[in-house]
Each structure stands twice: as structure tokens, then as C-alpha cells.
């Protein structure tokens, strides 16, 4: 298969709008943090607990998320550069990482999902505790 510097590049704007929702969950999260950190007083204490537990995790997986689609851009950028020095092995290898790095990341995306999910079903618990 012939690959030329065009095949890379298709994933540039792919790639920038994926790190985009990746700093949209982190900032959303951290607006979850605060909000919890200033309604501290009001909440059950084992929710609180739950809930900080989660948050945790959440931003120890956005971070590897980030990570992996920030390697996966630079892996990229280097197959576009190995493939205008007409290295074709090397870029088609660095394109391969890439890709690579790139289904790591959304692997973590789809785990931090699962994660959100359960944080959303702790917060429905608080309306079952008044009904």
C-alpha cells in the first residue's frame, strides 16, 4: 500500500477535536469538584466519600487520555515528517503508533464513561433516600 503525507494528516482534525472533549470533561469535572468542595456541609458524608472516590479515578483516566491523543498527534506529526524525507517504512511504523495511541485513548475514554455513569447513579441515590 502507498501512503503518502496526506494519509496522516486526515487525522489531524480528528485528533484536535478529541483533546478538545477530553479538556471539555476535565474542566466539567473540576467544576464538579469545586461545586462538591463548597456543598460539603449538606450532603451525606458516605456520598461525599463515593463521590471523591470516582472524581479521583476520573481524573487520573482523563489525564491518561489526554496523554495517549497528545503521543497519538506527535507519532502523527513525525509519520507526516518521516513520509516529506521519503523514509515510507519509518512513517508508515510512526502512522501505525499513532493509530495505535489513538484507539489507547479512546479505550480510556470509554472506561471514564463507565465511571461518569456510576457517579450520575450515586447522585440519583440521594432521591431515592427522600422518596
Not at 460539603?40 to 456520598?47: H, P, Q, T
Not at 519509518?90 to 499513532?98: D, R, T, Y
Request: glycine share 4%; hydrophobic share 55%.
Amino acid at each position: 500500500m502507498e501512503m503518502t503525507i496526506t494519509t496522516p494528516s486526515l487525522l489531524f482534525p480528528a485528533i484536535s477535536l478529541l483533546l478538545l472533549a477530553y479538556t471539555n470533561r476535565f474542566v466539567t469535572l473540576t467544576s464538579v469538584i469545586r461545586q462538591l468542595s463548597a456543598s460539603e456541609g449538606s450532603l451525606s458524608k458516605e456520598i461525599v466519600r463515593r463521590q471523591i472516590v470516582g472524581l479521583r479515578q476520573r481524573l487520573q483516566i482523563i489525564r491518561w487520555m489526554q496523554a495517549n491523543g497528545v503521543m497519538s498527534f506527535v507519532f502523527c506529526t513525525l509519520s507526516m515528517f518521516a513520509l516529506l524525507l521519503q523514509f515510507l517504512l519509518l512513517g508508515q511504523l510512526l502512522f501505525a503508533v499513532s493509530l495505535i495511541l489513538l484507539v489507547v485513548s479512546l479505550l480510556f475514554s470509554f472506561y471514564e464513561v463507565n465511571i461518569s455513569t456510576n457517579a450520575i447513579n450515586i447522585e440519583l441515590e440521594k432521591f431515592d433516600e427522600r422518596h
